[in-house]
Structures are given as structure tokens and as C-alpha cells.
């Protein structure tokens, strides 16, 4: 339990005693000032309003915070407990007590959501290299399953393969029509594969263009792919399963890894569609419609309240779950999916293994053919719920999906399933140019250059790792001459990668980014090498003092005692230090709220926030010339404690610290 969570159990105890009241929610704050308090809980306005209700008589809310502060003030770990404003109740805690419980081994979390959680991100059509936006999905997604993890769930993670659709689609009737290359031909391409798939995708759509009836090529090469057999077929198969190997190479690059690959082609070729088809008729989800632009359709029922409503209704086509050529939408294979995410078709997929990381980890992937099924792959789907991480365009065809499997499975696991939404992600005209893209005028002067795959317009995430790692070389190589070549390159990955997902996970996911190259990469501010950068001041701390030949473990906490460190907390540098601990020690509570929002984000800024105060902790105290045995012991249980914080936020958010910068 974390320490908001025990207090907020203390002042509920109190409520319930004083009062014989059971408050469900207990709201807590975090005063903007140290001597305002530890934790103020303005329950006080609340139980007046139910108190009155029950007598019929006002009720002064700073007599209630009054009574309840009496029983709390005996509480363990409590200092002292006031009273504030109308009727605030300010908690101030005991600083010793809490030290030295902030100093030894963290407390697990208690998993709040129980059961196996299903994470779906990145999700890129296999049909070409992934860029940059395609990176804010990924990680978005590997941030959210490394939060629920650090917060005691246990996460399945899923990278859905859209292997039928209308990308990998035309991919095909690019080999095929365009560069008119047989399968084996296109075997022997030895460059970078995704990369030659990315020019060929913009070449289809000028194909198209030029000639709308070749449009049926992309009809007829969808329906073979919906077969399942076939020379298009196998060729698509080959073509997105080597696309999806450059795509898994991309995303190791920044620390990203999944369990289990499944395969659109296998939903429908396992009859998983079918089964969950009929299920939606039975149930009623879906009807025939037989008039209309949508006639011959098989389509969501719509709630009347959003026949009335002229956005869902310019969305209309989102709830076609079949089309009237018989091809299912995405909005129908997803149901399926989610179907089978939930347990709820008895059914399975064959399993065989993909990929194996450098830690031995497999990322399984689905197959229709019993006679790869590996008998040892883990058990996938069958979970207690779902988060998938799509972008906010897809926000209706999700609300459908979602529709869909309540139609057929409505309880409490589907209600707390969510789509996470995020917005994309543009570049600055500085980046884009950088990248070695012309830019017209009108486009300089813009704040932001959005990507169009079917323009080819876009940076490819292999590019931007590339730039970034070749900047922080030279940063790094200028900075420290005396590491060899291999050294070198390590600790500018690291600062590379850092940058990257700090810069992608800073904002909130309803928030729309442009990525600078400068602003990513810069030491300080808010950013990845920032953060980095006082772990690295913490780690040579402990260097020095080692070299100094002063044994940390001498300087043992335990050493010294309750009272000589309530004396070290006292007066104004008593509270700069304790503002530190205190901040260091609410990751816990910080990471609890972030699982809530499901927002990467609230780690994010509170790493930043750690950072600051650390440096002016480093700035401002000395230890290694600190003459007090009692006051450094001290300082260097703040240090640890910092540092442990920091660099468990750091892994949260998949960024890891070099040794030096």
C-alpha cells in the first residue's frame, strides 16, 4: 500500500469512527508548500453536505476537520495534524520515521486491476518501413505495459498484424503491376527491405492516380487475400512477414518487445470470424440493411440517440462490420479479435515462434497450420481486460468495436477495457530539412510538416534513431575523448534513445507534437539527457566517495538517530531536504494516478521534477567534504534514495542511464 493509500485508509477509519459514515472516495492533495503540510484532505466540505442531508441541520466543516483530527494525530508516522482555512486537514509526517522507511527495500504495489491485461500497440501495417508516428503508438504502448507491470499487473502484449488489408494490398499490386516481380524475385531483394517497400507504396498511389479503373486491382488482390491460398497470397504472406521483421528490428532499437504477433489472416481463416459473425446476429448487433447508400451491408444497430447526432452520423461508415462485396471491415475482424482477447469464442489460434530477443524473450506469432503449432508457447488471450493504444482518428470505429463485443459479452471486464487515444505526431520544417526532405517557402514558414505515407512523405524511425545517435556522438565523443569507440557509441544510443521516448512521452496523449531534433537532444530542460544526466551526478556521488576511500556502509542511517535526524530536518535547510525525500519517496502514488489516467505522461513530469530538485540538492550540499558524520549519512540516504527513484521512473518510461555524459 502506498503512503497516500494508508493515509487515506487512516482518515477513512476516522470517518467511519467519529461519524459511522463509509466515504468510498477519500481525495488528497499535495500542498503547494511544506508548511502547509505533508497531505491535506478536504473531506470535511463533503461530509457536512452528507451530515445535513441526514439531520437537517448545517453543519460547520472546520468542526468536523476538527473532531477528525483528534483521532488521526495518534496515527503512526503522524507528526502532527492541523486544521486549515474552512475546514482543510493538513497532515504533516513524522520526517525520521519516514526516512528510514523510504531508505530500505520498497514495498511491492498491490495490483489494483487483477487478472491478465492484454496491451495492444504499434500495430503498423506491414506493408513498409514504420516512421516516426507509428513510434508515439509503440511507445506510448511498451510505457503503459512497463507502468501496469511496475504497478504488480500482469500485462500480455499484442502487436495486431494487419497482413489482409488494403496496404499490404497494394503493396502486392505494386511487385505485381509496377516493378512486375515474381515472389522469388522479390526474395532476392538484398537492400533494406522496408525501405524499398516505402518507395513502392507512394509509386501505387501515383499508379492509381493516373488510371482509376486499376483500382479493381486492389479489389481483386483484397479477395485473394481473403482466400487464404493462392500465388498473391503467399506472395503478401512472404512480403509482410519480412516487413514485419524489419519493423521488430526497428522497435529493439528503443527497448520495445512483445509476446505474441496475431495475425489478421489467421482470424479469418480460423473461423474466428465466423463464430463471432453469428454471435452478432443472434445477439442482435447487427442488421441487414436493405436500403440506402449502406444497402446490402451488414451493419452495427444504431442507438437512437446517435441517429440524432450529425458527427456519428458523418461516421456512419464505421459500423459497416461486412461490406456489400463481402469483404469484413476492420471494425468487424476487430470484434472478432477482441472476442477472442476476452476468452469468449472457445476457440484458439496455433502458435510458433517469430523472434527471439537478445534476453531469450519469444515473440510468438499465429499460424492456421497445425503442423507448426509449438506445443510449448505460452497461453495468450483469455484476459480479465484490454487496453489498446490507437490513434484518436480511429476513436469511432473503436467506440463500434466496442459496441460489438458488449453486444455479446457485457460485464465489468469489457466496461474497464479502453482504447487510448493519441494524437499524431508532425515534424518541425528544421527536422524535416535535416533529414534531407526539400521544403518549399509556404512549408518553411509552417510550424509543422505532417507525414503522408502514400506520399512518402515521413521520416522512417531507422532514419531518426540514426541522427540522433550520429548528434550525440559527436556531444559525447567531445565530452569524453578517453572512452574507446565501442564505449562511445553505447552511451550516445542511450542519450539517443532517451531523448526519443522522453520526447514522445512529455506530452499528453491528447496532445498534437512536433519534433525538433534540437529541442529532443539538448542537456537540459525538459528532456530525456536532462534526466539521464542526474542519475549520472548521483552515480559519481558514490564514485567519489569510494575513491576518497570513505566506506558508504560506515555512514550507515541506522547509525544515527531518530532524534539527531528530526534535528537535521528542522528550520528551512531541514525542509529543502525533506521536500526531496518526500518527492523521491511518491513515485509509488505518482505511478498509481498514471495507471489510472493511463497516461505516460504523470511519469514523465514527475521524473523531470525530480531531476530539478536533485540537481539543486547536488548543487547546494557537498558530501564528500561534508564534516558532520551524522548530517552526511544523510545526504547520502537522500542520494540513494533519489537515484533509486529516478532510475526506477526511467525504466518506466524505457530509458536507460548512461555511466557518463
Known sequence: MTMQETMRERVRSAI??????????????VPPRTELGDLAFPVAFELAKMLKAATGQKQNPREIATRLAEEIRSSEGVSRVDVAGAGYLNVYLDRAAYLMKAAGEPEPITPQLGGKIIVEHTSVNPNKAAHIGHLRNAVLGDTTVRM????????????????????VADVVVGFKHIEHKTLAEIKAIDEKFDYHCWDLYAQV???????????????????????????????????SQRVLGCHLETMVRVGIKYDVLPRESDVLHLNIWEKAFKLLKERGAI?????????????????????????????ETDKVI????????????????HLWKLG?????????????????HVAWITTTDPSENDPAHPQFGSSAAYFNVIDIGQSYPQHYVKLGVMAVDHDERVERSAHLAYEKVALTPATVEQLGQRLSEEDRQRGAIGMSGRKGLGVKIDDLIDMLESNALVEVANRHPELNDVEQNETAHKIAVGALRYFLLKFTRNSIISFDFKEALAFDGETGPYIQYSVVRANSIFRKLADAGIDVTADDLAAVSRERIAELFQGEAGDDLWSLVYLAARLPDTLRSAVAALEPAIIAKWAFQIAQRFNVFYHNYHILSEPDSARRALLIAITSIARRQLIAALDVLGIDAPERM
Open 16 to 29: 467511519n469512527k467519529v461519524f459511522d459514515i463509509d466515504l468510498a472516495e477519500i481525495p488528497a492533495e
Open 148 to 167: 501496469l507491470r511496475a504497478a504488480g499487473e500482469h500485462v500480455e502484449v499484442q502487436n495486431y498484424i494487419d497482413n489482409t488489408g488494403v496496404q
Open 205 to 239: 498511389g501515383q499508379f492509381y492516380e493516373e488510371d482509376k479503373s486499376r483500382l479493381q486491382l486492389r479489389i481483386d488482390t483484397l479477395h485473394e487475400l481473403e482466400r487464404g491460398e493462392g500465388e498473391t497470397y503467399e506472395m503478401a504472406d512472404y512480403i
Open 287 to 315: 442488421e441487414l440493411a436493405t436500403s440506402g447508400r449502406l444497402a446490402g451491408c451488414w451493419v452495427m444497430r444504431a442507438e437512437e440517440e446517435e441517429d440524432k447526432d450529425d458527427e456519428a452520423n458523418e461516421h
Open 322 to 337: 461486412v461490406r456489400s462485396n463481402g469483404i469484413v471491415t476492420y471494425t468487424g475482424k476487430d470484434i472478432a479479435f
Open 344 to 360: 469468449q469464442l472457445d476457440i484458439d489460434f496455433y502458435y510458433k515462434p517469430f523472434y527471439t530477443y537478445a534476453d531469450k
